[in-house]
């Protein structure tokens, strides 16, 4: 039998939005039964839980303009240990922003394009609040991405 597919979500949050966000991309990756979804908090993720995924999103507020500094540590820790091991691993973002996020987005992406990771869904930016079409929009990226993982569509 092989092994089950493996969703990464990593967050960072501070005033709680982008831990909602967070909290209903894993629901909507639960959709998905035969893939095993992990939220972990930036700081608490780490090199072995990076290596150990099929699929990876990304949650982070926007800071100033840019990603949290949770986030860009994960990051600045995970880099130069994961780097030329994780060549088109398929990866989402979903960003809180308080303006419109792409200073975040943008990034992100340039980090991501550095791990030689693969964008598989236009980046999710939920501004000032997080709506309640915010919310679906956030399950139906982790349920699409556990999907696709496990079928391996990506």
């Known amino acids: 039998m092989s092994r089950r597919k493996q ?3 990593v967050h960072h949050t501070q005033s709680g939005h982008t ?3 967070a909290d209903a991309v894993f629901a909507g990756a639960a959709r998905c039964t035969r893939t095993d979804t992990r939220l972990l ?3 608490d993720a780490g090199v072995d839980d990076l290596l150990g995924c099929d699929g990876l999103i990304i949650g982070t507020p926007e800071n100033f303009g840019y990603m949290s500094g949770a986030i860009k540590d994960f990051f600045d820790r995970t880099y130069y240990p994961c780097e030329g091991r994780l060549t088109g691993l398929p990866y989402a973002l979903f960003v809180s ?3 419109d996020g792409s200073g975040a987005v943008r990034e992100v992406g340039r980090i991501a394009t550095g791990y030689g990771w693969k964008l598989v869904a236009e980046a999710l930016v939920a501004r000032k609040e997080v709506t309640a079409q915010d919310i679906a929009r956030c399950e ?3 349920e699409t991405m556990a999907t696709g993982i496990d079928y391996g569509a990506f």
């Open 7 to 9: 969703l990464l979500i």
């Open 97 to 99: 922003a308080g303006n």
């Open 41 to 43: 908090r930036a700081f």
């Open 140 to 142: 139906e990226l982790g």
């Open 19 to 21: 831990g909602r966000m």
